[in-house]
Nanobody, 117 residues
Framework: QVQLVESGGGLVQPGGSLRLSCAAS????????MGWYRQAPGKQRDLVAR???????IYADSVRGRFTISRDNAKNILYLQMNSLKPEDTAVYYC???????????WGQGTQVTVSS
């Protein structure tokens, strides 16, 4: 079992920055990758960024160069630094932990990010 708790969402003006955090607990050794997904109203949940146990990262094309994913393994915290935010980044952001034995996806409760003037 893995528990995930996100924080750091809020309202920000276009061009601003936010940092999301995801505190993980439980069976940490079973986690293979961790990532951030987002879901806007009426749309599917999409991958924003993901980081592997070895530190390899991938980003959605829409956020590459503006967002940075990182993890503090000592504190079991996942971060998403979001810069140059745009209104289209508005969504609920979810933290994800993917395990491979057994294969399973854990999700946090989500945190709202609203980019608006």
């Amino acid at each position: 079992q893995v528990q995930l708790v996100e924080s750091g969402g809020g309202l920000v003006q276009p061009g601003g920055s936010l940092r999301l955090s995801c505190a993980a607990s439980g069976s940490m050794s079973s986690i293979y990758t961790m990532g951030w997904y987002r879901q806007a109203p009426g749309k599917q949940r999409d991958l924003v960024a993901r980081i592997s146990r070895g530190g390899n990262t991938i980003y959605a094309d829409s956020v590459r160069g503006r967002f940075t994913i990182s993890r503090d393994n000592a504190k079991n915290i996942l971060y998403l630094q979001m810069n140059s935010l745009k209104p289209e980044d508005t969504a609920v952001y979810y933290c994800n932990a993917h395990t491979i034995i057994p294969e399973y996806d854990y999700w946090g409760q989500g945190t709202q990010v609203t980019v608006s003037s």
